[in-house]
């Protein structure tokens, strides 16, 4: 395996009644994803955010995005069973030696949906969707390579089983995610998986309405996989890439509150061609508030 180090930087914002981040940390995407609980209900819920991050490609272009995704002002809880909505616009720009482009708008909008599968004694399985429709139109184009594009696929479906062990106040916590995303006018976005294992241990009160403690120290490992994307039913070169991190984080928990802070810094990169997409910092902030 080759190694290679890159400048790339995500910082997220995001407010949501409930969201994986606090079940496996690395895992979250762009997005919070629902955590249910046993309760039955309907309910208010404010939230919003901001994502950045930096891609360097082959070709030494330089892709920088921007994007405030939105929770929409409604949830529902059936029992084990959650259901939101969620939109998000963004500003997508590819820098070259050739100059710069840019691209902005509407960009996904969608469901989310989690399920509690299993919740005895220190276990705690979830499993967690998001369905997104890109519609982005001829604006989400731009003069630069098509992966850069925000109009390259129609439609984005992420899977991800969450599974957290709780002893006293250490707790392990491991994640599995499946990102697809489907093709669009002959471009056909690669496949992602990812892989997360983070140990945490809880400081001060516990809060059952968060389910953690009010201060809870992380630090894991999590892998990144991306699948080459196709064009034509070609492959294109430079699109497939693979990266471990290390990831150190801290979240805050109180009744009507949660914050949660998180770093990966790479420690070793996989890059099947000679030259691809790289990757060297992730960092994200995320907030989340219940409404009671």
Not at 256 to 266: D, H, K, N, R, Y
């Amino acid at each position: 395996m080759k190694q290679s180090y890159w400048k790339a930087l995500l910082v997220a914002t995001g407010l949501a009644a409930s969201s994986l981040l606090a079940q496996a940390p690395g895992l979250s995407q762009d997005w919070a994803a629902p955590s249910p609980t046993r309760s039955w209900g309907v309910g208010g819920l404010l939230g919003g955010g901001l994502n950045y991050s930096a891609l360097n490609d082959a070709a030494g272009g330089e892709v920088r995005s921007y994007s405030i995704p939105v929770i929409l002002p409604l949830e529902v809880s059936l029992g084990r069973l959650y259901m939101g909505g969620a939109f998000e616009y963004a500003v997508q720009e590819y820098r070259s030696a050739a100059g710069s482009s840019n691209a902005e708008g509407p960009h996904y909008a969608g469901l989310l949906l989690g399920y509690q599968l299993f919740h005895e004694g220190r276990w705690q399985i979830e499993w967690n969707n998001r369905t997104f429709a890109n519609i982005a139109n001829e604006n989400g184009q731009l003069n630069g390579p098509e992966y850069a594009w925000l109009a390259n696929e129609r439609y984005r479906l992420d899977n991800e089983l969450a599974v957290r062990y709780q002893r006293e106040r250490a707790n392990v916590r491991m994640g599995l995610a499946h990102n697809l995303r489907t093709e669009r006018d002959g471009y056909d976005p690669g496949e992602t998986s990812l892989a997360s294992l983070a140990f945490g241990y809880g400081f001060g009160d516990y809060s059952p309405e968060a389910r953690d403690y009010q201060l809870t120290v992380l630090l894991g490992v999590n892998a990144r996989y991306n699948f080459a994307d196709r064009k034509d039913n070609a492959r294109v070169a430079g699109t497939e890439y693979g990266t471990v991190f290390v990831a150190p984080g801290l979240q805050i928990a109180t009744r009507t509150l949660s914050l949660q802070a998180m770093v990966e810094v790479p420690v070793q990169q996989l890059q099947p061609d000679e030259q691809s997409i790289r990757e060297e910092l992730r960092a994200n902030f995320g907030m989340r508030y219940y409404l009671r």
